[in-house]
């Protein structure tokens, strides 16, 4: 009379949703990336190379899931971030109109690394 199956019959997982290929998976299949604006305003320390890229927002690998702010989410593949690219899923993720620096996550795609990896 007991049906103890019915209690452990679904381990909650979160899940997202890649914006490359669209579909949903457990945070465990995907990574995060979150916008990184080149040009901080109030804070006037941090990396100088940023200045040259004031306009440019660079998307960036949120490894620790740390980072505040808007994030989405992406399939480690080529085929999901060729997918983001052309359906412009970054803009539209981040709600921004400017160009956008994605070498920091094609990277990440292709090797599993990035500079920023090597802290
Ligand atoms: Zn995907």
Redesign the pocket.
């Known amino acids: 009379m007991l049906r103890e199956e019915l209690l452990v019959q679904q381990i909650h997982r979160p899940v997202r949703t890649?914006i490359?290929?669209r579909?949903t998976d457990s945070t465990s299949e995907l990574f995060r990336v979150v916008l990184k604006h080149g040009q901080h305003r109030g804070h006037a320390q941090g990396d100088q190379d940023d200045a040259a890229t004031k306009q440019v927002c660079r998307v960036v690998v949120d490894y620790f899931l740390r980072e505040p702010g808007r994030g989405a989410w992406?399939?480690l593949n080529t085929r999901?971030l060729e997918l983001a690219q052309k359906k412009r899923a970054f803009s539209r993720a981040f709600r921004t109109h400017g160009e956008i620096d994605l070498s920091d996550v094609s990277q990440f795609v292709a090797t599993g690394a990035t500079p920023e990896a090597k802290i």
């Open positions: 890649c490359g290929c579909t992406l399939h999901c």
